[in-house]
Structure formats: structure tokens, C-alpha cells
């Protein structure tokens, strides 16, 4: 009878251990190279869900001057008002406005682009996959260096 108890305590007291262990999210790092353009982070995100991540790195775009920054950018607006194509054309930003060089994300491939740069957070406006980027003339960053790991949480 006693052994009976003493098993029954130790199965009980195991199975409480269990269940009020704190859960722990895992942290999912994704690459993001600056001399790549827009790279799929495995994550489908929720419209009015907010989601947390750390950056770490820093990105080197060539034009204009080579700067090294992390990921808020460099003092530099990457801007559509520009002649600075081959031939005088213009060229076109990852996202207008923002610094070059700085974290931007997009959702779903035909998304609108927006900053993240050095926040923490940001809450999704809406539903689909979450595309990340250094920011940068389209078809101009096979001359960056480095890159930033966000980790999401």
C-alpha cells in the first residue's frame, strides 16, 4: 500500500513538475545579406499581431559613400528622385525615403515595404510572409557587404 502511495506522489508530483515548467519560445534567427535582395524569413505573419526580434550586424552599401551602419541606416535617404542610373535613368529604392542600408520588411511578395530599422517590434498590418531587406537601389546590391541577423522571439 505504501509503495502504492509513494508512486502515485512521485507520478503526481512529476507530472505537476511538467506542466508548471515554464514554456520558452526558441529563437529563430534569419540571415538577412546585404548584397542579396528581399529574403523570404520562414514567418507568416497575422494582421494586429505584433512580433519581437533582435538585429545584429552591420551592412556596407556602396553608393553613395561606403558606409558601415546597423540596421536604422546611414544618415543617407535612399530616394526615387535621382539620376544616378547608367545613362542618367533613375533608379528605384527597396524603399523611398528610408536610409540606405537600414532593415526593411515587406509582406507577401507584392507587399509594400516599410521600415523596421532599429526597433524591436513591429505589429503586422496584414496577413502573409514576411520578406526582409537591406535597404538599397532594386538591382544594385551585388555591391554591398556583410549583413544583419534578425532573431525573432
Not at 507530472?15 to 534567427?29: D, E, F, G, N, Q
Not at 526582409?132 to 549583413?147: P, S
Amino acid at each position: 500500500m505504501l509503495k502504492k502511495f509513494v508512486f502515485a506522489g512521485f507520478s503526481t508530483l512529476l507530472v505537476l513538475c511538467v506542466v508548471a515548467m515554464p514554456v520558452t519560445a526558441r529563437a529563430v534567427p534569419v540571415h538577412v545579406a546585404a548584397n542579396g535582395e528581399w529574403v523570404d524569413s520562414g514567418f507568416d505573419v497575422e494582421v494586429g499581431e505584433t512580433y519581437s526580434f533582435k538585429t545584429n550586424g552591420k551592412v556596407r552599401t556602396i553608393y553613395p559613400p561606403s558606409l558601415l551602419t546597423g540596421p536604422e541606416g546611414q544618415i543617407y535617404i535612399c530616394s526615387n528622385d535621382n539620376e544616378d542610373g547608367p545613362d542618367g535613368e533613375a533608379l528605384t529604392c527597396a524603399l523611398d525615403g528610408a536610409p540606405f542600408g537600414a532593415l526593411i520588411g515587406k509582406i507577401g511578395d507584392e507587399g509594400e515595404s516599410f521600415l523596421i530599422g532599429d526597433d524591436i517590434s513591429f505589429e503586422a498590418e496584414v496577413d502573409g510572409r514576411l520578406y526582409l531587406a537591406i535597404n538599397d537601389y532594386e538591382g544594385t546590391y551585388f555591391d554591398n557587404y556583410c549583413g544583419f541577423t534578425v532573431i525573432f522571439k
